[in-house]
């Protein structure tokens, strides 16, 4: 990953620097009485983390803030804030305004492309101490917090009401609910419970001049005027600071189950699914893909097989699905019958299957596809695309990768190892991963830009779920056309013309 | 209704009126030049209805596009154009623009608020010629229409597929999927399927400037930069005129039920629904309220009624109760553990209920909840509030009203009737009626603001599904602060600077 990654930093760095020189006389960094300016306004001293003048904090308390999860982007921030209240919020980004400092709104820092750590030493705002919940309602399930409330910790206030989520994602633990509305995150539940465009009822937003923009709905239904809230749903923190979220959360299921199965051929995939959806309909609640080597890497990488290694001989790939209802009986009868169907199949849609009988084989067949990104991690250098395309196109669009690599010579020439593909089926999310031996300019040329124009020729997306951040800003081309980036600016433009809110993310 | 209806369009004329003198050396009536143009520029002369020359038609052939579906607004268009293709959406806009012909876009004209009939003498854009599937992924069931699709019809053509679209509301015969877009209609399945801010996947719209703006998408997942399309749903043809809708179609259920209850006082609707929620879980797709009045009123305008009188003496109110599953068995088993569950409540949940046997059955008892509107007005004049309010208010809201109107004395001198309360349970989208025996000032005076003072008092909209159009402009105040609004109008003279787009519609 390293070589992508510096070449990123550099360019990002350079891009920047670029619009940093050409704003020169109006960007100012934060100095110490700025420092000073913020002790006063904020409530608690411990609010203010900075090097400077009167806080004199030592640099290594910064170190967290200006690294990403993936420790691929360094920021230089001198200051990092942990506001309190969106009042707190309001009065700093007004400062702000006036003063011309760029910020970085800061959630859990688990965004991964390096959308949430300063590009040179802008102000992070972190939103960590905005960790309140403000309301639940147990008959709706309308649930109202602070922004910097960690998804875990939200999914732990409403569990016992009988309540979880809308959306799950490994990173529960530390991302906050305002970073996930922030990035539009995806994750495990989308498939049964939907984006949060639909699941966000409300946002409080504070706005790049300070102002307070209240749409915090606690309404399912509302029809009054243009749905402002949803711009700043995926707009990475470029157009504002989202302080308060208002979601539906969906009642517990009280049931789940989950199977894999091996399937002779790729094109039984869209046929299993079919049959899936089907027998299965209303309590399906995930149909994650895996191929042939994405299974061996996980195998050879410590994953517990679920089959003899002769049952899944010559299977191109595998299956999991999820079931979650609400009356065990019937989630265990449908998938019997499902699993009848199919296995009975005159054309044997599966070679075999294996369906979890305890908690704990439910968690390792989990564990098999989770583990995938680390497997990956174990084998090689992966350049990684988290891309959506049709279904239908899954493993065509693999196919054209590896080809590709063949016809170069990579594969021959022992620089790339395998090409994988693995993903959310019902999603239509595909993570295309290339496994070089080492990180190499042949590789990286021969990879960029061709499978962007290949996601693009399938009208795809180039970031299903993970965003633009600073590292696709350059790919944004090959999924949104001129017109579109062109509307993306002057909306950016409208809220933030000063340009001080994540300056080099999202848009160049 | 037509005292209101007077006095809104009066006012709106005069407040359109003061708009139109601001403008009036820029703004253009179409003219016979300008008919002349647009004969050229369309490809049918079929495309071209209007009095002027060269066209001559009748103005009798001009009355439906005048007249609002409620025949409470009429317009004075001279013009109405009805293009084939995006690319003469495109080009009529062009024009437009460049001329300042303010214009109005038209789906079905189903629309309840007067959005779709011009105040004065707008161009009316019919979109109901732009009317091909372009395409459908059996697979993913996504699908991808021109706006001008009725929604009827894209069911019938994705039922043999198996999918269903993900709303459905009364009006299906004649509204289009580009106005369920505009104006984010909810509808009978938005409690199982959410909102189209979900559902919808991508758009295109033709710009008021002529661009066309590329969003459609059919990608369930793409974190690309801003959610333009976002800005359109709900934007009742204010900012642009939708031309394609790429939408997410679920599949279709395989068994359906019903059921009615009768409860013994509004305050065991929440225990009901959310003994219902528990064991209906991922089956339940409706719970409709109506209470003891609207129920009376239905039975005295002709519905059968489902219960002996004598088993619901001293009953408050009534909930339906519907669900859609995979197997019938099982969703069988789940209503008949609920009903046994509330039946033997200690407590008495209800009084009695009664589940549909057959399709008649299950028809009729929905014919009661649905035939409510038709049941009102036989029944005297009425004041509809289309409402959100936290669903553990309802009764107190229909109370807070009746309160209000037995104080000044409407009702021991005749002049309301009942004041009643019904709507979706799922979504807290409450449907207020006050009954009177006439129009009468008195009564709107007694109502207005009061009405709107009591739906802020909770945070609620005063507009669930049907949106703002020209009849609730002055009341947009009680939903959306002043911040919101000015936002609002920013993002209206962002896209449409020239004012163009559906003139007093929506913004005052
Ligand atoms: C192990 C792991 C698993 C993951 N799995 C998934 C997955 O399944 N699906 C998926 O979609 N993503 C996944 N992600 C990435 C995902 O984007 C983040 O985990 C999460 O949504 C970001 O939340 P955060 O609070 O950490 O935000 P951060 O990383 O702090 O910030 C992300 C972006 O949002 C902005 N931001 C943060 N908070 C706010 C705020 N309050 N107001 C305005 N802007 C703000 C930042 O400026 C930055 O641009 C995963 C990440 C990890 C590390
Ligand atoms: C019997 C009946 C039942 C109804 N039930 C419900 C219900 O359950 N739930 C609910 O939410 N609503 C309901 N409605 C109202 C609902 O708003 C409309 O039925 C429907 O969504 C409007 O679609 P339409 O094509 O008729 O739009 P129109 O009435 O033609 O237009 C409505 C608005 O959208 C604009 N518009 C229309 N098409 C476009 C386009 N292509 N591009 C840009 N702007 C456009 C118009 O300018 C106007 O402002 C009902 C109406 C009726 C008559």
Not at 27 to 44: A, G, M, P, R
Not at 393 to 409: D, I, P, W
Request: aromatic share 6%; net charge negative.
């Amino acid at each position: 990953m390293l070589t992508i990654l510096r070449q990123n930093i550099w360019r990002v760095a350079k891009r920047d620097f670029s619009r940093a020189w050409a704003h020169t006389s109006s960007v100012h960094s934060v100095n110490e009485q700025d420092v000073e300016h913020f002790t006063k306004i904020l409530s608690s001293p411990s609010s203010v983390i900075s090097t400077l003048s009167p806080s004199f904090s030592s640099s290594s308390d910064l170190e967290n803030f200006n690294a990403d999860w993936m420790g691929k982007y360094k920021g230089h921030a001198t200051t990092v804030l942990k506001p309190r209240t969106t009042e707190e919020v309001s009065k700093i980004l007004k400062y702000c305004w006036e003063r011309q400092i760029h910020v970085v709104p800061q959630g859990g820092n688990t965004g991964l492309v390096g959308g949430s750590v300063p590009i040179q030493d802008e102000l992070v705002i972190s939103l960590s101490n905005l960790s309140k919940v403000r309301s639940f309602d147990p008959v709706s399930g309308i649930l109202v917090a602070d922004a910097g409330c960690v998804l875990e910790s939200l999914s732990e206030h409403i569990a016992p009401h009988g309540f979880i989520m809308p959306l799950d994602l490994g990173a529960k633990g530390s991302c906050q609910i305002g970073g996930n509305v922030a990035t539009n995150a995806g994750g495990l539940r989308l498939l049964r419970y939907g984006s949060l465009h639909g699941t966000v009822l409300g946002l409080e937003v504070v706005l790049p001049d300070g102002t307070v923009l209240d749409q915090l709905s606690t309404m399912r239904k509302d029809n009054t005027g243009y749905d402002l809230k949803q711009l700043f749903i995926g707009s990475e923190g470029t157009i504002g600071i989202i302080t308060g979220v208002s979601i539906l959360t969906p009642p517990a299921p009280k049931s789940t189950n989950n199977v894999v199965l091996a399937l002779p051929s790729f094109s039984n995939v869209i046929p299993v699914f079919k049959a899936t959806r089907q027998h299965l309909s209303e309590v399906l609640s995930a149909f994650e893909y895996f191929d042939r080597t994405a299974y061996d890497l996980a195998l050879k990488h410590g994953h517990a097989a679920p089959f003899p290694a002769e049952e899944v001989e010559g299977a191109e790939c595998y299956v999991l699905l999820e079931t979650s209802g609400g009356k065990k009986e019937h989630d265990d009868e449908k998938i019997n019958t499902l699993l009848e169907t199919i296995l009975s199949d005159e054309d044997s849609l599966i070679l075999t299957g294996t369906l979890s009988q305890s908690p704990s084989q439910f968690a390792s067949l989990w564990a098999i596809r989770e583990g995938l990104t680390e497997a990956v991690s174990k084998e090689g250098k992966a350049y990684k695309y988290d891309i959506s395309v049709p279904v239908s196109s899954f493993a065509e669009v693999v196919g054209t990768v590896r080809a590709r690599c063949e016809e170069k010579g990579l594969i021959s020439r022992g620089l790339v190892k395998h090409v994988i593909g693995y993903g959310h089926v019902g999603d239509g999310n595909l993570h295309l991963n290339v496994i070089a031996t080492e990180y190499n300019d042949e590789v990286a040329q021969t990879l960029e830009p061709f499978v962007y124009e290949v996601v693009a020729s399938h009208r795809g997306s180039i970031s299903a779920e993970h965003g633009i951040g600073v590292m696709k800003t350059h790919a944004l081309k090959y999924s949104k056309d001129a017109i579109s980036r062109q509307w993306m600016r002057k909306i950016k433009d409208l809220f933030d013309s000063k340009g001080i809110m994540n300056p080099g993310k999202v848009l160049e």
